[in-house]
């Protein structure tokens, strides 16, 4: 337990967080002073960076992560090849901050999500919901050198949660206030929206996944246009809404189920897409763009008003993720959104794309010092947890 014992009693630390979302774009890395723990830790950002996959990697992921086409041995050797990625970033990221591994406390990972099914599914009378989150925390520690902690999200299973959102829990820790109602927008692959009412405590926050974020427009690219993304939205910008289209996405029963609740591929992955060619037979492509990327402001503002507008109205919606780059999507959410001021978090001092990254970090040292950093009025589960598993290097 050498490693641990002065690492609990440190007061501050030398954390890095690594995010790798549904998107399977790149491992962001991110070096952050932590001062602290609980719900007043401070934090200061040293170094970010976003390391893209190999060329290839994005679809190998995907294309097993789908049921029917992935294999246990590709899983399993996944599992350890993105360890090796993550260690990677991690040390680079300390390069990129010129400093030497052995000066990091900590590092806290999220892996790769291969699956989530936050249903029950019933196998041999028992009733079981599962996550999978590639990227092996031990390897990561072996490699690095450094006390890992990963798989936060089974904790929160286990007591009947859903195990996501888990970022509400730090967007209380860094963007309460006092004075205003704040939305925060996550726009990943899956889009998820965390409410904080001005002078709330963690009882009082609410947070969901919306539906898709960049899910839809990237696999459509990909389909239509032999690209990763819309960079800036240019395509979309271009194109006209398909009302039909709209219409056939929102029939999807996720959009009536009350939270908590959270999603991923497995809801608005390939069967989705096919529903939505089928839909859109005869179209111009750039409209099809144009009405998908419309769809997540669309679907956040419609579940917004939905499931939260009755309590409050907000001040001000925050918005982070490869999403905050989309400038449709940006200025649709302006346009629902009105009169709330509608910015990315970056106007707040934390990189939007290093948000889920410091995040990660940050729960990491909340493990450490065991803390709960599970919010049940948001996952669902029972009671607070300590989340994540502690790997020793
Ligand atoms: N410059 C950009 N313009 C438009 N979309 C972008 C841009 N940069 C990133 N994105 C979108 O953001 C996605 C990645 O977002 P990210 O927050 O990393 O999601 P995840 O957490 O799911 O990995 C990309 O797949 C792409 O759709
Ligand atoms: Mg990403």
Do not use: W
């Not at 520690?141 to 904790?155: E, M, N, P, S, Y």
């Not at 459509?220 to 809404?241: H, P, Q, S, W």
Request: glycine fraction near 8%; charge should be positive; aromatic fraction near 8%.
């Amino acid at each position: 337990m050498q490693p641990l014992i002065p690492l609990i009693k440190k007061k501050k630390k030398l954390v890095v967080g690594l995010m790798s979302g549904t998107s399977a774009d790149s491992i962001d890395a991110v070096l952050v002073d932590i001062s602290g723990a609980g719900i007043s830790t401070r934090f200061r950002q040293r170094a970010f960076a976003s390391f893209p996959y190999p060329k290839g990697f994005r679809e190998f992921v995907l294309h097993n992560s789908l049921p029917g086409s992935g294999s246990v041995e590709t899983i399993s050797t996944l599992n350890i090849l993105l360890a090796q990625f993550f260690a990677d970033a991690v040390k680079a990221v300390a390069k990129k901050a010129h400093l030497s591994l052995s000066k990091i406390d900590l590092i806290g990972s999220h892996g790769q999500t291969v699956h989530h099914l936050p249903s029950p599914q019933r196998l041999f009378g028992k009733k079981v919901r599962s996550t999978l989150q590639l990227g092996d925390p031990s390897t990561i520690a072996k490699l690095t050198g450094i006390v890992t902690v990963g798989d936060f999200r089974t904790a929160d299973m286990a007591l009947g949660g859903q195990g996501a959102p888990l970022v509400p829990y730090f967007d209380f820790v860094a963007f309460r206030s006092a004075a205003k109602h704040r939305a925060l927008l996550n726009i990943g692959g899956i889009a998820n929206i965390t409410v904080l009412p001005k002078n709330c405590t963690v009882h009082d926050v609410r947070a969901f996944d919306t539906g898709p974020g960049n899910m839809l427009v990237d696999a459509l690219m990909k389909k239509l246009y032999n690209k990763e993304f819309d960079r800036g939205g240019g395509i979309a910008l271009r194109g006209e809404i398909l009302p039909e289209l709209i219409t056939a996405m929102f029939r999807d029963p996720y959009f009536a189920v009350k939270p908590p609740k959270s999603t991923g591929r497995e809801l608005f992955g390939e069967k989705f897409i096919e529903k939505i060619l089928k839909n859109s037979r005869g179209a111009r492509t750039r409209d099809i763009i144009a009405t998908v990327t419309e769809f997540t402001p669309l679907s956040v503002y419609q579940q917004y008003m939905r499931f939260l507008h009755k309590k409050f109205s907000i001040d001000e919606l925050i918005v982070s993720g490869g999403g905050a780059h989309n400038a449709f999507m940006m200025e649709a959410l302006k346009r629902y959104f009105a009169p709330a001021h509608v910015m990315t978090s970056g106007a707040l001092g934390i990189s939007s794309d290093a948000k889920e990254a410091i995040c990660f970090a940050l729960l990491a040292n909340e493990t450490i010092a065991g803390n709960p950093s599970n919010i049940p009025a948001v996952t669902g589960a029972s009671h607070p947890a300590v989340l994540g598993k502690i790997c020793l290097p």
